[in-house]
């Protein structure tokens, strides 16, 4: 099994920053693409950003310049820079990994949610 464990949500006003980070562990044998995705109340849940193994990014339109993704693969975690927070950036929080197994085969795995919740 696979945990992700995610910290680092909050209360902010807007133009403030929050960091975010998501840490895996469990029957780890590789980590394709990791991402963060959110959910706001009565909207379906929307990618973020995400970033391969590579280092590859990709980001949400409505984020772009303003958040920054970033992994370190030797300790399996992932993290959001968020900047120039808006009141439309409050969201459940979703960390997301696509795991190859030690026991074979891959799936992918979310964690529990972190609350953003911006200020106007």
């Known amino acids: 099994q696979v945990q992700l464990v995610e910290s680092g949500g909050g209360l902010v006003q807007a133009g403030g920053s929050l960091r975010l980070s998501c840490a895996a562990s469990?029957?780890?044998?590789?980590?394709?693409?990791m991402g963060w995705y959110r959910q706001a109340p009565g909207k379906q849940r929307e990618l973020v950003a995400s970033v391969n193994s590579g280092g590859s990014t990709n980001y949400a339109d409505s984020v772009k310049g303003r958040f920054t993704i970033s992994r370190d693969n030797a300790e399996n975690t992932v993290s959001l820079q968020m900047n120039s927070l808006k009141p439309e950036d409050t969201a459940v929080y979703y960390c997301?990994?696509?795991?190859?197994?030690?026991?074979?085969?891959?799936?992918?795995?979310w964690g529990q949610g972190t609350q953003v919740t911006v200020s106007s």
């Open positions: 469990g029957s780890i044998f590789s980590i394709n693409a």
């Open positions: 997301k990994a696509d795991v190859g197994m030690v026991v074979g085969g891959e799936y992918d795995y």
